[in-house]
């Protein structure tokens, strides 16, 4: 089945440094990349819509150059947390897609997920 | 915002019950999903159910779809421990593939 790797699964930092996380769809190409920022007991929130080869589209009130998010590939998206601040701590988790099933239906595939800690 | 609303927020039952959770939206869909989520963990997609689709059978799963209403619920029958993870629904819009998950469900199984 679908595969996608999500790295680093922990990171802690320093207020002010910057963090990237990966996103690799293992065994299938991946034309859509989603990335979602949940905090504890809470649901997932759309961050942005990343499309092989095309700037990211971000949600309403997600800064994009707080959260910078590059799909350079079909297998590969990053998101870097730029000036990483405690407020920005929380569980990042991406998602994948090849695209659209039968009836339009699109399944994705999540990553395991990045938990960001800053100090 | 279009994030629905899911009911209850905590389950708690005993093993071999049933566990039934809803989710309504407030927009068209073309389809709602329902994930599970272990703690601190990525999501797992457990069924499919398209705005045409009334019913959904998939193992110990069922789940329903009523567009009138704007609600689905999810059934799992015959619980066990290993159930106990927090269940997500999640709309699916017709114009784009973006998913957009309601609150989620705490489920606790008791063995």
């Known amino acids: 089945g679908a595969v996608v790797s999500q790295h680093p699964s922990r990171v802690i930092c320093k207020s002010g440094t910057s963090v990237k996380i990966e996103c690799r769809s293992l065994d299938f190409q991946a034309t859509t990349m989603f990335w979602y920022r949940q905090f504890p007991k809470q649901s997932l929130m759309l961050m942005a819509t990343s499309n092989e080869g095309s700037k990211a589209t971000y949600e309403q009130g997600v800064e994009k150059d707080k959260f910078l998010i590059n799909h350079a590939s079909l297998t590969l998206s990053t998101l870097t947390v730029t000036s990483a601040h405690p407020e920005d701590s929380s569980f990042y988790i991406c998602s994948a897609t090849w695209g659209q099933g039968a009836s339009g239906a699109n399944v994705l595939t999540f990553g395991a997920g990045s938990r960001l800690t800053v100090l | ?111």
């Open chain 2, 1 to 111: 915002s279009q994030q629905g609303e899911e009911d209850p927020q905590a389950l708690s039952i005993q093993e071999g019950e049933n566990a039934t959770m809803n989710c309504s939206y407030k927009t068209s869909i073309n389809n709602l999903q329902w994930y599970r989520q272990n703690s601190g963990r990525g999501l797992v997609h457990l069924i499919l159910i398209r705005s045409n689709e009334r019913e959904k059978h998939s193992g110990r799963l069922r789940v329903t779809l009523d567009t009138s209403k704007k609600s689905s619920s999810l059934l799992i029958t015959a619980s066990r421990a290993a159930d106990t993870a927090s269940y997500f629904c999640a709309r699916q819009a017709r114009s784009n593939y973006k998913l957009t998950f309601g609150k989620g469900t705490l489920l606790t199984v008791n063995p």
